[in-house]
């Protein structure tokens, strides 16, 4: 009798495993689409009631990515890209967009992915007049935003993303309205004129030596995935930026020394992209750090007041 009773149970699990399995599959997809599939299309781009629509040619050739985006509305707005670095842009890509200027997208790893995500099929819709089917993950904890996808069935590329509230609430959304899956000439992946070489970041001399800096609380599943010098033209400062992720999110992370300039702490949102600036005592002085990512407010505070200096953890 007591097996009868589990029998529900049971049941239950086996679908929720099933269901995982199949999200698993189609994300394994994507990864392999997006590293092997040209296209070309439009999309509308949507965060904080703001919209704007986008061309996009996606080329992908012996390895190398090279991908173009120009704005429909509004100011002129352009931006090229090989292997997802941005090689030239017109003018600040839109709010949101700007984030992914030099970023490509992480390759996903389901079985890294279930930890912290749960992973679904919810059902089969239609984009840009396409069969899609959504996959949707949804966070265990409250510090990550969950996404649902819905992915071409022939390409398996996503047509549609959503980035959600731990209420269910949309925070951000690209939807494709025209698709297709076809190898962009090479004029159409050519910068116009008004698209402006991205200068290379100011370099620092080698008296910089890098600051190593450590962090007393992250959230579960992100690590530190690199880390890099620059210097702020404004203050000339030399700024370290580390960057986090959790095979899915990303934030990032800037410490900049105050050297004496006065500056107050700050909280920005637009939409789901957070900015929380923090000051930190140190042995060498104050440093503002700032945490800039799609990630809650809370947990953008506690992990730039959990900043500490590698070598003055003793002090601290």
């Known amino acids: ?37 040209s296209y070309q299309g439009t999309f509308v781009y949507e965060r904080s009631g703001l919209f704007s629509t986008h061309d996009i040619w996606h080329r992908v050739q012996a390895g190398k990515v090279s991908e173009r985006m120009l704005q429909l509305d509004g100011p002129v707005q ?25 970023a490509s997208r992480p ?38 935003y969950g996404f649902s996808l819905s992915l071409d069935k022939q390409t398996g590329l996503a047509l549609k993303t959503l980035l959600l509230d731990d209420q269910g609430r949309m925070l951000e959304r690209l939807q494709f309205t025209r698709f297709q899956p076809a190898v962009p000439e090479q004029a159409q992946l050519a910068a116009s004129k008004a698209c402006r070489p991205v200068q290379a970041a100011t370099s620092v001399t080698t008296g910089d030596a890098p600051v190593n800096w450590r962090s007393d609380w992250l959230p579960p599943g992100f690590e530190l995935l690199g880390s890099s010098l620059g210097r702020d033209e404004p203050s000339q400062s ?61 947990t953008a ?3 730039a007041l959990s900043m500490r200096l590698q070598d003055a953890q003793a002090g601290q």
Request: with cysteine; aromatic share 4%; net charge neutral.
């Open 238 to 298: 030399v700024v370290t930026r580390q960057v986090y992720g959790d095979g899915l999110a990303r934030f990032s992370v800037f410490f900049e020394p105050l050297a004496g300039a006065t500056a107050a702490d700050t909280r920005l949102q637009l939409g789901p992209t957070v900015a929380v600036s923090r000051r930190v005592d140190t042995p060498k002085g104050k440093v503002m750090v700032t945490v800039v990512g799609e990630i809650p407010v809370g």
């Open 78 to 102: 352009e931006m090229v890209r090989v292997d997802g670095k941005a090689t030239c842009v017109s003018s600040a890509p839109a709010s949101g967009l700007d984030q992914r200027a030099d």
């Open 1 to 37: 009798m007591r097996s009868l009773a589990l029998l529900p149970l049971l049941l239950g699990f086996g679908v929720s495993a099933q269901a995982a399995t199949d999200a698993s599959q189609w994300l394994n997809r994507l990864t392999q689409a997006e590293q092997q599939q």
């Open 301 to 303: 505070e506690r992990i």
């Open 107 to 144: 390759t996903l790893d389901p079985l890294r992915l279930m930890s912290w995500y749960d992973l679904a099929v919810a059902g089969e819709s239609r984009v840009a007049g396409r069969p899609t089917v959504t996959i949707d993950l949804t966070p265990k904890d409250p510090h990550r």
